[in-house]
């Protein structure tokens, strides 16, 4: 089986789960039942509202990339709850084209509705075309049954193939690639280190152009070649599984965005302004130092109870891949530290010193400490109360210590205000704060707060602190 034929059987049954009545055309759009030979998915995108809001194909047609078309308008149409559900099935049909190494394409059609016709036409006007019809680069080899020849300019791309080669079956020639040479308009011959032929045409184009295999561009074409090779490998072997560490789910996701960049950047090395380009704007890279990555721990990420040796090979790359993502987020993680900096330095309870209390923070006490503070159990409720002005993890323990040596009525006022005693500015002031140490105004009995070593508690009278606590809740 081709590995577009198990990528149309997998299509086939994500798109079957979630919808009915699926529609399956062939590559040159004629209607089939057999999944493995379907090259466009057609159905109605039914929201789980039960809403129907038009038809959407999928097409596989060109076999590098899975798109998508929709109605004019599809997005707009939907709202709310419906509309997130939209989204959700695109970002899922993107990972699977990524998964299965695959580009990713959206386009709408001006039309309410739309059939396979409908999108066989558009993408004939925006340069896609059926696999009857597509000018695929693979039709100008020409050749006999074990030698296949395409002519570039000066030069020729010359494939020897391991087996006899049968022209009535589409594609033979970009298969079975034994060796490959690029030759000179003097009959000068250059083996190429790869037998990927998107490379050999990048490099019989770099040739062309006046370049050497052994110069700046000629050995980026070479390392891009071992590098994708080893990704591919990578990405095969774990585009399955899943992993629960989130830096780990990204290496993945890294190494197959990785492998479709250079995937791309040889195919457009492959055509003549593609390749002035790429080549204008080309800097030969620095190269990586490995010396310093643990493969060890990279292992550990991805092992299983047999580690697949091949990968082993791919992890640099993988771990350079993921360096890239790295940096290329740099920026927006930059700007958000930036604007939590300014919320913090804009806050008017922020605590200048360390020490003091703000006076945003204790206007807002003052206002708290007007009624009992029950401390609630395990001292929740008043720890919820106070987090949003008091950060103190002493205070909060004191809290907690007094919700379980009494119970969950108890007062947590004397404590704040003790707390409140020792972090005021000489400015600040609670009218003035008493010391309240004992049974509060709604009469529950208040253990007596902690008492620092080497001090004895002294006892002070009831209806004193009564009337304490009745001034600082203002009501005296």
Not at 120 to 131: C, G, L, M, N
Request: charged fraction near 30%.
């Amino acid at each position: 089986m081709k590995n577009i034929e198990k990528i149309a059987e997998l299509l086939f049954d994500k798109i079957r789960s979630r919808f009915e009545h699926v529609t399956l055309g062939d590559e040159q759009a004629k209607d089939t039942t057999d999944a493995e030979q379907a090259r466009f998915f057609n159905f109605d995108y039914i929201s789980s509202a039960k809403k129907n809001y038009g038809n959407i194909t999928l097409s596989l047609v060109d076999e590098t990339s899975l798109k998508v078309y929709f109605s004019k308008n599809l997005s707009e149409k939907i709202k709310g709850i419906e509309q997130k559900e939209w989204f959700d099935f695109l970002r899922g049909l993107r990972l699977f084209a990524k998964r299965n190494l695959l580009k990713f394409d959206t386009r709408d059609i001006n039309r309410d509705n739309l059939n396979i016709r409908d999108v066989e036409q558009a993408s004939k006007s925006s340069d896609v075309f059926t696999a009857s019809e597509k000018p695929v680069t693979e039709s100008k080899l020409h050749g006999n049954s074990r030698t296949s020849y395409q002519d570039m300019g000066p030069v020729r791309l010359v494939v020897k193939h391991s087996d006899v080669i049968n022209d009535e079956v589409r594609g033979a020639r970009s298969r079975k690639i034994d060796s490959m040479f690029i030759e000179t308009a003097e009959g000068e011959r250059f083996r190429m280190p790869f037998k990927k032929l998107s490379a050999g045409r990048a490099m019989a184009e770099h040739i062309a152009h006046g370049g050497q295999v052994h110069d700046g561009l000629g050995q980026h074409i070479v390392h891009m070649v071992e590098e994708m090779s080893k990704l591919g490998s990578f990405v095969r072997g774990t585009k399955h599984r899943m992993f629960e560490d989130e830096e780990t789910k990204n290496m993945c996701e890294a190494a197959a965005e990785r492998y479709h960049e250079l995937n791309s950047g040889l195919k457009k090395l492959g055509g003549g302004r593609g390749y002035k380009e790429y080549a204008e704007s080309f800097m030969p890279e620095q190269p990586h130092d490995t010396t310093d990555i643990d493969l060890e721990s990279l292992k550990e990420r991805f092992m299983k109870k047999m580690f697949d040796d091949r990968m082993t090979d791919a992890l640099p790359y993988v771990y350079q891949a993921h360096q890239r993502r790295q940096q290329a987020n740099e920026n927006k993680y930059i700007r958000e530290f930036d604007d939590w900096a300014d919320d913090m330095t804009d806050d008017d309870y922020n605590n200048q010193d360390g020490n003091s209390i703000s006076d945003g923070a204790m206007a807002e006490l003052k206002e708290l400490m007007k009624e009992p503070l029950a401390v609630g159990i395990d001292g929740s409720d008043a720890i919820n109360a106070l987090n949003v002005t008091i950060e103190d993890d002493a205070l909060f323990s004191d809290i907690l210590d007094l919700s379980r040596r009494g119970d969950s009525d108890a007062d947590a006022r004397p404590l704040v205000v003790q707390w409140i005693e020792q972090h005021q500015t000489p400015a600040q002031s609670l009218d003035p704060i008493p010391d309240i140490n004992s049974t509060p105004d709604n009469g529950a009995d208040v253990p007596t707060p902690p008492v620092p070593t080497g001090e004895a508690a002294e006892p002070h009278p009831q209806n004193e602190d009564i009337n304490s606590m009745k001034k600082l809740a203002g009501l005296r």
